[in-house]
């Protein structure tokens, strides 16, 4: 990390808050937490370019929690509304018809459903213009607004609406860090809200960057994941503990993991706390599972190690 | 046609008890409509759902403006205008409440005609695991007051609608279902359908004109006045600091906050803005000085919230 | 100065764009549209026009970064064809209720499947209800005109919608014409700077647009009131078209007349096919039939009076569908009948057929035939039902065709029929 960061200790985290509460999102959010605190970093020169999704109700007419501005496109071209705007506001400029203090930031939010699926092509075609822009991803693992049912990024063996029994989903989460990496934009982060610290600097970083730059954030859902909503945090924090979400960042064409847990919490201490999982400990606990979920992020940290030399 | 409301919050199970009723009466050989009603609104926020029932097929649809009877699972509803708990009901309507506070503190409380039914409390709406209970509670009273339904047809309508629970989960609402029903019993069949009038009112109609397009787009030229929206109505737990606990470290409280309501005052002490806490309690699992505590809310309205120490207070803190 | 050129409908669409000062296009290939975008690109290249060019990855996100920039304040055009435009339709809907002016071209195309590259207008009426407004032009000199009034009326402070300018495939796209090029000097005359309003994203000045509405009542006011804007973008369209002819001396209405004063078989058709229903009017005129064209320039807003003034008191009117409603006929002539509806002095009958697709011909031979049609079915008083314009010769073909697939042998009792 930069030493020059704004944020050298938890202390340097913002006191008072830029997003306005009052939007409809779910009590223990941990989507809207990583937005605010992401919000928080970013200020309010910013406009919002959003993607179906259960953000979309961040503004319902006639009200917005936003300081700055933001619009709503659909759910597949969320990137390509950032680009219109974007290049707008470049040929305003380049004609003096408006200043630099009257230019924004412009960041894309949506869901893991657009940005792991239906978004992904507009996605890939913005990096590939090499557009000039934050996309926000808050990634709860399945089609949150609707009721979770299977996404491209819900993980192996978690129940959804639409994988209710057996297993459940036996397909592996889409590596999106890796993906969107291969494109070799400016930066992509992965970050959480239960890790403010880590999330601040990351977004303090892709804030003085330009170019296509990713956050991509885990984002517990109490409604989703099946937990009370106060264990938000702590899941978020066992996410992290347990390897099953690694905080990394690809940045000058380098892959650095931020976080090395030492020694990992076994997976088990994640699952266990979500309605999702319960299935792998009820009736009876689902050993082969378990083992395959540990095995994975085992393999993963190793390869981790390999690479980094740790 | 019986019209029955229930109002509950996001996640109370008013579905649910809607669709235990709906079985019932359909059970008993009505016609039968059942429906959740629900907006951008989630866990937590009122929410109600509705019953038709009828001998004959039922033509009408969409949301009850005048219900014959309503039920309401969370008595911190009852008084919150948003809610609209109370909306359209007459001297005709029934309003039962399952809540400790009796019959005519209620009277008294409220702006309303309707004869006011209490349902006292079987469930504990603050414990997630009795969440199923509070539907079946609330279906078994009001199957009661409809005096249409009986007691064998409500158990077949528990069992039906919650069938994929385990056996003993569905014994145990059974028997708090009928143990509803038979609380209410000394009011059986006091809902009653209310005649209709067919006299049509004027429609209010108007020939809409065009606006100006900055007008007539759906933009919001404003920033940050969600906090109009006053989301602390979600709430059915309250944190509240004890400053004595507190070391002004902020960063947790203020940090994990998903709605940002916790803010540090011009001393560093956190203060909590109500208006706006749904209640997640994330701030109280959080806090390393166990300096938060969760409350009823209903309790902790009727109490003076603590206020933090005078600035010259400062050393005490560790 | 003002000169007149041999230039393709593609070239006259990339001139329309150009001479409004289109400055920002994103844009996607597809045929027959391409040229389009592919002249722009050099003129912006060899630096003879101004503006911003982008190519994204699919007419999805094209429209999507079409109406971004329109609600950023700029002034954009795009352009697309047939499959294209059905994979934009999402956003055609959306950007209108963003109430942002911008202009597309759609270069009709036949709609898969079967695939196909020839023309005909399913692709440009599937965005019939989109509130967008729609013009159809019938030959290249009306692309490059069409092109510079539907910027003046989407953007006028009254209407505020995109606007499609549709164009025949192949037929204009593809074929050269002399075409008046407007006098660059002179289009400021008729279009001014693009004026942003209160449709702006800037740092002053937060705005959260297009957000979610909830709620029928909500809901059904900001629907109606693009209804309402489309709807008086007739009026605005008719006072941009007085302009026109004024500073340009080309003379334009929502319908536009071919010998209509004392017509009685009116025919009725929109695009570049409607020219040989021009020349099949002539003809029969010198045959002593009194025929005439109504040709709606104007789909959307639907110019309903207009309609109602070129076809009552007629004999009979003939609609020519180059499209089909499946399962319901030809879309103009559903459009038409309910112009004509329970007006006093209605056509004596109404008669559909559906012909030109997929860029299939319309001969003298069909248009004197279905005039003929019209003739016995205005005395007798009942029109026959909709007839495909499709000749023994063309299924005798398919037929071989078929054979030649190996698909007649699939048929339960062998061999199709003839």
């Given at each position: 990390m930069s030493p020059k960061s704004q944020f050298s200790g938890m202390k340097d985290l913002p006191k008072t808050h830029l997003l306005a509460p009052g939007s409809a999102m779910c009590a223990g959010c941990g989507g809207l937490e990583a937005v605010r605190e992401i919000y928080d970093v970013l200020g309010g020169k910013t406009v919002f370019v959003n993607a179906a999704g259960c953000m979309t109700l961040m503004s319902v007419y006639p009200y917005t929690p936003f300081r700055g501005s933001w619009l709503y496109t659909a759910m597949a071209s969320a990137p390509a509304g950032a680009q219109g705007i974007r290049d707008a506001l470049d040929i305003l400029k380049s004609h003096d018809r408006i200043g630099e203090d009257e230019d924004l930031d412009v960041v894309v939010l949506t869901g893991d459903g657009s940005a792991y699926g239906m978004g992904l092509s507009s996605t890939s075609g913005a990096i590939d213009r090499d557009l000039d822009f934050l996309y926000v991803i808050y990634d709860n693992e399945g089609y949150g607004n609707t009721g979770q049912q299977t996404s491209a990024a819900t993980p192996h063996g978690a129940r959804t609406a639409t994988a209710t029994s057996g297993i459940g989903v036996a397909g592996r989460k889409k590596d999106l860090f890796s993906i969107l990496a291969a494109h070799e934009p400016a930066y992509v982060a992965t970050v959480i809200g239960a890790e403010p610290l880590d999330l601040a600097r990351k977004v303090e970083r892709a804030k003085t960057m330009s170019g296509p730059r990713f956050l991509i954030a885990l984002s517990p859902c109490p409604t989703g994941w099946g937990f009370d909503p106060q264990l938000s945090v702590e899941i978020g924090k066992l996410a992290v503990k347990s390897g099953a979400w690694p905080l990394k960042e690809y940045v000058d064409g380098r892959l650095v993991h931020n976080r090395v847990p030492k020694p990992l919490v076994p997976v088990e201490e994640y699952l266990k706390r979500q309605g999702r999982f319960r299935h792998l400990f009820e009736p009876r606990k689902d050993e082969f599972t378990l083992m395959d979920i540990q095995a994975q992020i085992d393999a993963y940290w190793a390869g981790v190690m390999d690479h980094d030399g740790a | 046609m019986y019209r029955i409301r229930f109002h509950g919050r996001g996640g109370q199970g008013m579905k649910t008890a809607s669709r235990i009723l709906g079985a019932a009466f359909f059970l008993e050989g009505f016609e039968v409509q059942d429906a959740p009603r629900y907006g951008a609104e989630r866990r937590g926020a009122p929410i109600f759902a509705f019953v038709r029932a009828d001998r004959s097929p039922i033509l009408e649809r969409g949301v009850i403006p005048n219900p014959d009877l309503v039920m309401v699972a969370d008595d911190t509803l009852v008084g919150m205008p948003q809610a609209g708990v109370l909306q359209g009901l007459n001297a005709h309507a029934v309003l039962a409440i399952h809540s400790t506070t009796p019959a005519g503190e209620w009277r008294q409380r409220l702006n309303t005609d309707a004869r006011i039914v209490i349902l006292p409390p079987l469930f504990d709406l603050l414990d997630a695991a009795q969440r199923v209970r509070v539907s079946a509670v609330i279906a078994g009273a009001a199957a009661c007051l409809t005096g249409r339904v009986g007691r064998d047809t409500l158990s077949q309508a528990v069992r039906t609608e919650l069938a994929d629970l385990t056996n003993t989960v569905i014994k145990d609402n059974i028997n708090k279902a009928l143990q509803a029903y038979d609380e209410m019993n000394e009011f059986k069949g006091i809902a009653e359908p209310q005649p209709r009038t067919d006299t049509p009112l004027p429609t209010g109609w108007i020939t809409l004109g065009l606006d100006p397009a900055t007008l007539a787009a759906p933009a919001i030229h404003a920033a940050a006045n969600s906090v109009q929206v006053r989301t602390g109505l979600w709430r059915t737990l309250r944190p509240v600091f004890d400053y004595s606990h507190c070391n002004r470290c902020n960063w947790v409280c203020g940090s994990f906050c998903p709605d940002g309501v916790v803010s540090a005052d011009e001393n560093g002490w956190p203060r909590i803005d109500y208006d706006h806490c749904k209640g997640c309690m994330v701030c109280v699992a959080q806090c390393p000085k166990h300096a938060i505590q969760g409350m009823p809310e209903g309790w902790a309205a009727q109490q003076t919230m603590p206020t933090p120490p005078s600035p010259d207070r400062k050393e005490a803190a560790p | 100065m003002t000169q007149r050129t041999l230039i393709t409908g593609n070239g006259a669409a990339a001139w329309g764009a150009r001479l409004a000062g289109a400055e920002y296009m994103p844009v996607f290939p597809i045929t027959p549209q391409t040229e389009i975008i592919e002249t722009l690109g050099d003129w912006i290249g060899k630096g003879e026009m101004g503006g911003r060019m982008v190519t994204l990855e699919s007419e999805h996100s094209m429209i999507t970064a079409a109406g971004a920039g329109a609600a950023t304040g700029v002034r954009v055009f795009t352009a697309t064809s047939s499959q294209g435009l059905l994979y934009g339709m999402e956003m055609l809907y959306t950007v209108a209720g963003w109430r942002v002016p911008l202009v597309l071209v759609n270069v009709s195309r036949g709609l898969s499947a079967p695939i196909t590259?020839?023309?005909?207008?399913?692709?440009?009426?599937?965005?019939?209800?989109?509130?967008?407004?729609?013009?159809?032009?019938?030959?290249?000199?009306?692309?490059?005109?069409?092109?510079?009034?539907?910027?003046?009326?989407?953007?006028?402070?009254?209407?505020?919608?995109?606007?499609?300018?549709?164009?025949?495939?192949?037929?204009?796209?593809?074929?050269?014409?002399?075409?008046?090029?407007?006098?660059?000097?002179?289009?400021?005359?008729?279009?001014?700077d693009m004026d942003p309003d209160e449709f702006a994203f800037r740092a002053d000045k937060p705005v959260s647009a297009a957000v979610a509405v909830l709620g029928g009542g909500p809901y059904s006011y900001f629907r109606y009131q693009t209804h309402l804007a489309a709807l008086g973008a007739v009026e605005v369209f008719e006072e941009a078209c007085v302009e026109y002819d004024r500073v340009f001396g080309r003379s334009y209405a929502p319908v536009m007349a071919h010998r209509l004063d004392d017509a009685e078989i009116v025919f009725v058709m929109m695009g570049s096919f409607a020219t040989k229903a021009m020349d099949a009017v002539d003809r029969l005129r010198a045959q002593g039939v009194k025929a005439g064209l109504a040709r709606p320039l104007l789909l959307r807003p639907w110019p309903q009076d207009a309609i109602r003034k070129a076809l009552t008191g007629r004999k009979a009117v003939v609609v020519v569908d180059q499209n089909l409603s499946m399962g319901f006929g030809g879309v103009l002539r559903g459009e038409v009948a309910s112009a004509l509806y329970g007006q006093a002095d209605a056509p004596g009958a109404l008669l559909g057929y559906v012909g030109g697709l997929g860029g299939r011909d319309i001969t003298f031979a069909e248009f004197a035939e279905m005039a003929r049609e019209a003739e016995t079915a205005a005395a007798g008083g009942e029109a026959p039902p909709t007839r495909l314009l499709y000749t023994q010769a063309e299924l005798r073909e398919v037929r071989n065709l078929q054979t030649l697939a190996h698909a007649q042998g699939l048929t339960p009792g062998g061999e199709g029929r003839s």
């Open positions: - | - | 590259l020839e023309p005909d207008h399913n692709d440009i009426l599937a965005a019939r209800d989109s509130g967008c407004l729609q013009i159809h032009a019938a030959t290249c000199q009306e692309v490059v005109d069409a092109i510079l009034i539907a910027y003046r009326v989407a953007e006028d402070a009254r209407v505020r919608l995109p606007a499609i300018v549709n164009l025949d495939g192949f037929y204009l796209s593809f074929t050269r014409e002399p075409v008046w090029l407007p006098d660059a000097s002179k289009v400021a005359q008729f279009l001014p």
